[in-house]
């Protein structure tokens, strides 16, 4: 059982001087899923995923990644260049940090460097890289693969951070608001190359402040407030979602509108259906969307 997650966390907790950042949080993430982290504003997301990463130190709990302790490379830098005071090899690190993909807010540019040469080089530093070109047509970069960094928009930018996270061919990848500043045709394009990446085996988590984006992508969302969890689910169960009552709205005969919560709205429309004798003016049947229930689990 536990071969088959790629993340186990148990009470975590991390704090910045007197403010707890992450207070207690237990997480578990299959391998091959696609994991969303919702939350507000400093939730604690962002500090609960640079911990999985090994780029931030914990106070406390006890936390495998890939079957290894990330607390024990923190410190390190991609290609294990520098080994900081973890008690692993640099070779240990380094065959760790080439299985992790990170796409980070904004990784910059690279000055007078191509979208190509970039990517190109940074596939020098995994074993077992993807080819670069294939790679930058995949994010669709394909048209700017000769275009200086420098040039980028900033959604092409994402992209290219996007490119430099996968071209390790990581099995675990980890996306930061990755959708943040694309057009919503980048966005789609977006979400079916993680449906690829997911479809060939990679387990992903992401954060992110898109309700939709987690509905469309994940298999499990967790939500997190004030450095808790307050619920793991799939988004389709998330807070007793799918028992939630049905709004049906419809017209009456004068053309007053209608309002009715109901917990069988099939019958509801049925017995409209026959009172109206075929169709329902204006009939609307609605359920809350994930975004009123993640917005009522946070207490808005
Ligand atoms: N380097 C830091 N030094 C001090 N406090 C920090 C640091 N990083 C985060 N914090 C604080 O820790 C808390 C959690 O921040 P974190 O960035 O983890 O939240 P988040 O859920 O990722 O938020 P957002 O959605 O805004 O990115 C916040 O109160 C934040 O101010």
Do not use: C
Not at 176 to 197: N, V, Y
Not at 215 to 237: M, Q, Y
């Amino acid at each position: 059982m536990e071969d088959e997650l790629a993340i186990s966390v148990r009470g975590l907790r991390k704090a910045y001087g007197d403010n707890v950042a992450v207070a207690g949080v237990d997480l578990d993430v299959h391998r091959g899923e696609v994991f969303a982290l919702l939350g507000p504003n400093g939730a604690g997301k962002t500090t609960t995923v640079e911990i999985l990463e090994g780029y931030r130190q914990r106070d406390a709990g006890q936390v495998n990644v890939l079957g290894s302790d990330p607390g024990l490379v923190f410190g390190s830098r991609l290609r294990g260049s520098r080994a900081g005071s973890a008690p692993t090899s640099r070779r240990q690190t380094a065959d760790w940090r080439s299985r992790v993909g990170i796409v980070l807010q904004g990784t910059g540019e690279f000055d007078e460097l191509t979208v190509a040469e970039v990517v190109r080089h940074f596939s020098g530093f995994y074993p077992g890289a993807d080819d670069p070109d294939k790679v930058v047509e995949r994010v669709g970069l394909g048209a700017k693969a000769n275009a200086r960094t420098h040039t980028l928009s900033g959604g092409q930018k994402r992209r290219l951070d996007v490119a430099l996270g996968i071209i390790g061919r990581p099995e675990l990848l980890f996306l930061d608001e990755p959708t943040t500043g694309f057009d919503p045709e980048a966005r789609r394009e977006f979400w079916e190359l993680i449906r690829d990446l997911a479809a060939a085996g990679t387990t992903i988590v992401l954060t992110t402040h898109y309700l939709d984006e987690a509905e469309s992508l994940a298999d499990r969302v967790g939500v997190i407030a004030a450095g808790r969890v307050i619920e793991v689910a799939p988004p389709n169960l998330l807070g007793n979602r799918q028992d939630a009552l049905a709004t049906v709205s419809w017209r009456t005969p004068d053309g007053t509108p209608e309002t009715a919560q109901s917990a069988t709205p099939t019958a509801l429309v049925a017995e409209l259906a026959a009172r109206f004798g075929g169709e329902v003016p204006g009939l609307t049947v609605t359920r809350p969307t994930l975004e009123d229930i993640y917005l009522s689990m946070i207490g808005h």
